[in-house]
Structure formats: C-alpha cells, structure tokens
C-alpha cells in the first residue's frame, strides 16, 4: 500500500460492469480518486467525462480521469472487469480460454508500474480469473481477491426476505463454493435474525416449507442466465458488490464477506480458489471463516472446488498455446 492518506482505485475495463462498479463507487464516496483504463482510450475518456458532470451531485468530491496502466502505480486497488462477455447460455467455464488472452496483457502491464496494493477481480469465471491473476502477479494470495460469490449471496438473502418477509440485511447466510453451477448453499448456517432457518421451518405450522428453500436456491443458480436472456448481460448487482469490497479494504472493517479466495487446507481443500466467507481488511484477506458444515454440505463443497481444480489445469494448457 502507498504511503498516503489518499485512497485510489485503477478501474480496468469500462464495460457494463466496470462502469457499473464506477458509478457506484461515485455515488458511496468510498475513495478519493478513481483512474478508467481500456483498451479503447475514446470510451474510458467518455466515460470519465460523464461521471465527472455528476461530481456536483455526489456526497463528496473525487478526481476521476481517464489514464493508462502507468496510473496503477500508487494505487490502492485495482480492479479487473475487462474481459469478454458472457454469452446466452454459457457457462462461465467457457470463457476461460479467451479470458486468460486478455488477462496477459492486463497484468504484466500493472506489475511493471510498480503497483503494489490489492487485486480485486470480477472478470468470470471469477475464480479461475483470480487464479490466474495470482499466477502471473506473483503477489500474495491475501492480496489477490475475487468478488466470488458476494453477489450469490446477495441473491439469496434477497430471496429469502422476500420469502420470510423480513430486510434481507436481517437474513444471514451464504452462498459457498464456485461462483458458478456448482455453488452450495449450506441451510446448517442460514439464520433469519437470531433464528435457525430449519427451525423456522419446522415450527412454522406449513407456512414455510424446505421445498421452497430448494427452490430459492435454485433460483439463486440460474439467476444470472434468466438475466442474461432478459437483457444480455448482468451489471449493477455485481457493481454494487464490488463496491461493498472497496469499502471494507479502505475502511479496515474486517468485515466477512463471501469473497473468492486461495484455500489452503480448510475442508483438506488447497491450492485452488473459491467463493468463502473471509474477514477483509485494509491489507486484504485476513482470515478465512471455517463453517461448521454437515456432512453432505461439506462433500458438495469439496466436489466444487475439485470442478474448479480440474478446470483450472487448463491454464497449464493455455500457457504453452
């Protein structure tokens, strides 16, 4: 981290979920001075323009410019949106051969202005991306985070306040494992306020059931392609989750959030990275939070991150293309 009170983030990629994340990150006055690059240098500068003609409207003042990769030199944060977007019915496995492509030029370019904060990663797949941003960083895996499954778990406690009917800032559950089909929801840790959700279940006389829990969770699934379909691509709840991240980092919350992180021997799972509750920080992942899982939910939990590990061997592959 730079020597200063000033808080920077480098934006990479002004597409709908970079500018998204931008516009957020405008509106909560969560840092000081904001740098858009892209490859097409006209769009970052447009963009730049337009959130600057909104500064007088914001809660605080806040420098944004367009720039290069030379700008993540004192940077705090930079996060990585660019990439190729998902299409209609892909899954996000798919995209990593094309991915890794752009993530090559990305990277090595940031290294060499001698950036030395924290990598925050949206670009799916999110988790092998974030691999992949550790790999050729060479940075510490505490430093290298993914926004994983942060926004899964948005979906799910949205869908169970609306079901429960109560905020969903009340629900308190997650969404675990990859940020993708394989994603888990363990209902042994999910509480409504202080309530188990089993309990409530149980004691509810049939006015809740656990068929409509199996349903909320397969609607948080496929909630990203039913979005894909209607409108093409998925934006502002992933911006907004980025900006929940950025917030604990600068703020040194230590804050639990179900970000993408480098497992190293929890559930005898290593060397892969996945969405898990962890305490952020201002000098990134500080812990990783250990769920007391049930049985079958910690073997769904092991059999993602296996996906993952197996999808993740074609790196390898890639790297000698």
Request: hydrophobic share 40%.
């Amino acid at each position: 981290m730079k020597n200063t009170d000033l808080k920077k983030v480098a934006l990479v990629g002004t597409g709908f979920v970079g500018m998204s994340f931008a516009y957020a990150l405008l509106n909560s006055g969560d840092c000081d001075q904001l740098v858009l690059i892209d490859i097409n240098k006209e769009k970052a500068h447009g963009e730049a323009m337009d959130l600057n003609h909104g500064l007088s409207f914001a809660k605080r003042n806040m420098l944004i410019y367009d720039g290069d990769y030379t700008d993540c030199h004192d940077a705090d944060i930079v996060v990585i949106a660019a990439g190729v977007n998902q299409k209609e019915g892909e899954d996000r496995i798919s995209l990593l051969h094309r991915n890794f492509k752009v993530f090559k030029t990305i990277i090595e370019p940031v290294i060499e202005s001698g950036f030395n904060g924290i990598f925050l990663v949206a670009t799916n797949p999110v988790d092998i991306m974030t691999k992949i941003t550790l790999e050729l960083s060479g940075f510490d895996s505490s430093r290298v985070i993914g926004s994983g499954t942060t926004l899964d778990t948005a979906r799910l406690r949205y869908l169970m306040g609306d079901y429960f009917g109560i905020d969903p800032r009340n629900v308190h559950a997650y969404v675990i494992g990859e940020h993708g089909d394989s994603e888990i929801i363990p209902w042994s840790q999910a509480y409504v306020t202080t309530k188990s959700v089993y309990d409530i279940v149980e004691y509810s006389k049939g006015k809740f059931s656990f068929n409509e829990l199996n349903n909320i969770s397969k609607n948080v699934t496929r909630a990203a392609q039913e979005i894909i379909k209607a409108k093409g691509a998925t934006y502002y709840g992933i911006g907004m989750s980025l900006v929940r991240i950025v917030r604990a980092i600068f703020g040194d919350e230590k804050s639990a959030l179900t970000v993408s992180v480098m497992m190293n021997g929890q559930y005898g799972v290593d060397d892969v990275y996945v969405g898990m509750p962890a305490i952020i920080g201002r000098k990134g992942i500080e812990d990783i939070i250990v769920l007391d899982l049930t049985e079958d939910e910690k073997n769904s939990f092991i059999n993602s991150c296996n996906f993952l590990k197996e999808t993740t061997k074609e790196i390898k592959c890639i790297k000698h293309d």
